[in-house]
């Protein structure tokens, strides 16, 4: 079985400034990918940064990076200039196991001072 | 063009009623995922579609849980008998291919509140 672990329940974060949230995983999958969706109030859950797990380079997507450590089977999202619309659940996902769905942890809510 | 909808967006039962979710996928996504989201959780996956056949209900917590995509789009997600522990946001998701690291798209949810 699949299991993905966020140890940072909440984490806050001066606006402009830089944010990593901490995700590890467990799988013994040789492929797979893994995802970090956003959960904004009373919104629809939205992707936002993708990994396939056979690429050694890191994906961004504009203030958006990962830090993707396969030996360690660790995958955290760095967010930098962080905006009062970033505040959200973010959860950490993990695919390619038995089950076709995604594997989550129990996400890190991230909190915006302006 | 639309996202994923959801009917109801909430739904009370009284424990022992059944329940009838429903799923409306992007046209023409090839595949649809449910997942219930307890309080305070990530989603946990209950069920996969590609098309029409149901591949994959390993999360399925019970026999009361049953879900259909007759046709290869609508879905719905069904409840017998239901029990205080289902309340959770149903999470309805549908990708554009069968291709496991595709994006999800994710509908509302359900809030089901069982009293």
Redesign the interface.
């Known amino acids: 079985a699949q299991t993905v672990t966020q140890s940072q329940p909440e984490m806050s974060v001066q606006e402009a400034e830089t944010v990593t949230l901490s995700c590890t995983y467990d799988t013994s999958e040789s492929d797979y990918y893994l995802f970090w969706y956003k959960q904004p109030p009373s919104r629809q859950m939205i992707l936002v940064i993708r990994q396939e797990a056979y690429k050694q380079q890191n994906a961004t997507e504009n203030r958006f990076s990962v830090n993707f450590q396969k030996a360690a089977k660790s995958f955290s999202l760095k967010i930098s200039d962080s905006q009062l619309g970033d505040a959200a659940m973010y959860f950490c996902g993990i695919s390619g196991g038995g089950a076709d769905g995604l594997t989550f942890g129990k996400g890190t809510h991230l909190i915006i001072q302006p | 063009g639309a ?2 909808s959801q009917s109801p967006r909430y739904k009370v039962a009284k424990r022992g009623q059944d329940v009838a979710l429903r799923c409306d996928p992007i046209s023409g996504h090839v ?1 649809l ?1 449910w ?1 219930q989201q307890a309080l ?9 579609f590609q098309n029409e056949a149901q ?2 209900k ?2 399925l917590p019970s026999d009361r849980f049953f879900a259909e995509r007759p046709e290869g789009s609508v879905s719905t997600l069904k409840i017998q008998r239901t029990q205080q522990e289902d309340s959770a946001v149903y ?1 309805c ?1 549908s990708s554009s291919t069968q291709l ?2 595709d ?2 798209y ?4 359900t809030r089901l509140t069982v009293t």
């Open positions: 996202g994923v595949s995922f997942y305070g959780q990530g989603p946990e996956f209950l069920t996969y591949l994959d390993s999360g999470l998701a496991r690291g994006e999800q994710f509908g509302p949810g």
